[in-house]
């Protein structure tokens, strides 16, 4: 069975981004957002575990 939750769009709705263009909401990169339904399920699937590790700075769910 495929599971679909590795393909999801990890949009938090908060889109704002930092000085390097990075949402600190999904940590996604402003292209990365912008070509996202462009992409296959594999290249989101791999962007999504990335975003697990990502840093980023001024990550809106980063404990202050």
Known sequence: MI?????DN????ICDYNEDDYCIGCKRH???IFDWYDYTDEMRAAINKDLVDRKV???FFDEV
């Open 57 to 59: 700075k001024n990550y």
């Open 3 to 7: 599971d679909y939750s590795k393909y």
């Open 10 to 13: 990890p949009c938090m709705s």
């Open 30 to 32: 402003m292209k990365e």
